[in-house]
């Protein structure tokens, strides 16, 4: 489970589990390959600001956070086969199953806790 911080202040908790990709082989890999799509579970890509679906089998959402772990960009159900350019001041990407972002309503300016 993660939370996230809303810009009111109130802070609520997600159940999906984040797993840290933090190596360079990790990231490098991803999702990719995965036949199934994830569903209780993200991960976690840092250091990073872009992504590619190349070799995707499912659609997932992005959320790209700044070093405070604020969530400076959204991109809602991001299909196999494209890319999210680079994000400004992101510094990290957490992939979550496709429709996260609308289902918990996360919004930009929140603050994310892992």
Same mark, same amino acid.
């Given at each position: &489970? #993660?939370?996230?911080? @809303?810009?009111?202040? =109130?802070?609520? *908790?997600?159940? +999906?589990?984040? $797993?840290?990709?933090?190596?360079?082989?990790?990231?490098?890999?991803?999702?990719?390959?995965?036949?199934?799509?994830?569903?209780?579970?993200?991960?976690?890509?840092?250091?990073?600001?872009?992504?590619?679906?190349?070799? &995707? #089998?499912?659609?997932? @959402?992005?959320?790209? =956070?700044?070093? *405070?772990?604020? +969530?400076?960009? $959204?991109?809602?159900?991001?299909?196999?086969?494209?890319?999210?350019?680079?994000?400004?001041?992101?510094?990290?990407?957490?992939?979550?199953?496709?429709?996260?972002?609308?289902?918990?309503?996360?919004?930009?300016?929140?603050?994310?806790?892992?």
């Amino acid at each position: &489970m #993660f939370k996230i911080k @809303d810009l009111d202040g =109130v802070e609520r *908790e997600i159940p +999906i589990t984040i $797993l840290p990709y933090n190596t360079f082989l990790k990231r490098l890999k991803g999702l990719m390959f995965r036949l199934k799509p994830i569903r209780e579970e993200g991960i976690l890509l840092k250091p990073c600001n872009s992504i590619h679906m190349f070799f &995707m #089998f499912f659609a997932i @959402d992005v959320v790209f =956070v700044n070093e *405070e772990n604020e +969530i400076v960009y $959204l991109k809602e159900h991001v299909k196999p086969w494209t890319v999210v350019w680079p994000v400004k001041g992101a510094v990290a990407a957490i992939e979550l199953p496709n429709g996260t972002i609308s289902n918990y309503s996360i919004k930009t300016g929140a603050t994310i806790k892992m």
